[in-house]
Nanobody, 130 residues
């Protein structure tokens, strides 16, 4: 399994960026793709996730600003990040799992558990200046 991540960059506060992640090698009908981020000196945290069925999760810190979408035809996802804030500055990591989790995992946030994800893409730097 390979994850090819792209996007990221540097913007001023209020700007937008888009991250993409394409997964190859999955054979399961189920998948979850999402992003974690890690700022200097901080732990890696879950940002947003989407399943093949369209279930989504957003961390409270990005709700209303970030939108995740999927492309089932090629097992890929994108994260549109709008109204970026300096606090969004971090290395963003695409992650994927081919296990099924019920809707309750998305509702209560368990889906952002880092231990659920077996496959990781390379980190992408996102820098937001004030």
């Amino acid at each position: 399994v390979q994850l090819q991540a792209s996007g990221g960059g540097s913007v001023q506060a209020g700007g937008s960026l888009r991250l993409s992640c394409v997964v190859s090698g999955f054979t399961s009908d189920y998948y979850i793709i999402g992003w974690f981020r890690q700022a200097p000196g901080k732990e890696r945290e879950g940002v947003s996730f989407i399943s093949n069925g369209g279930s989504t999760y957003y961390d409270d810190s990005v709700k209303g600003r970030f939108t995740i979408s999927r492309d089932n035809a090629k097992i890929a996802a994108s994260l549109q990040m709008n109204n970026l804030k300096p606090g969004d500055t971090a290395v963003y990591y695409c992650a994927a799992s081919n296990r099924y989790y019920s809707g309750s995992y998305y509702a209560d946030g368990r889906i952002k558990g880092i231990h659920l994800y077996d496959h990781w893409g390379q980190g992408t730097q996102v820098t937001v200046s004030s």
